[in-house]
Nanobody
Framework: QVQLVESGGGLVQPGGSLRLSCAASISIFRMYAMGWFRQAPGKQREVVAVITSGNIANYADSVKGRFTISREYAKNTVYLQINSLKPEDTAVYSC?????????WGQGTQVTVSS
């Protein structure tokens, strides 16, 4: 059974930082690349960062230089460090395998950037 539990979101001012965490079930975490996705109100879900099983990271152009994805195998957890937050980063952030291997998604974590 797939488990994805995201945490770490919140309300921050522009320029602030957050560290998101995603605890994943062992079966998917160790086998697949993992990605962080976000969905803003009225918009489609988009992938913002991906990390392979070999720890190679790739980022969407809109977040390059500000977001850092990492994974910790001992905790089956993938992280997203978000710096220099902008209002347009406001969204629900979710993690999943990349590409997603099931239709199940966790609850996500809300990131709101506002002054």
């Amino acid at each position: 059974q797939v488990q994805l539990v995201e945490s770490g979101g919140g309300l921050v001012q522009p320029g602030g930082s957050l560290r998101l965490s995603c605890a994943a079930s062992i079966s998917i975490f160790r086998m697949y690349a993992m990605g962080w996705f976000r969905q803003a109100p009225g918009k489609q879900r988009e992938v913002v960062a991906v990390i392979t099983s070999g720890n190679i990271a790739n980022y969407a152009d809109s977040v390059k230089g500000r977001f850092t994805i990492s994974r910790e195998y001992a905790k089956n957890t993938v992280y997203l460090q978000i710096n220099s937050l902008k209002p347009e980063d406001t969204a629900v952030y979710s993690c999943h395998t990349y590409p997603p291997t099931t239709s199940y998604w966790g609850q996500g974590t809300q990131v709101t950037v506002s002054s």
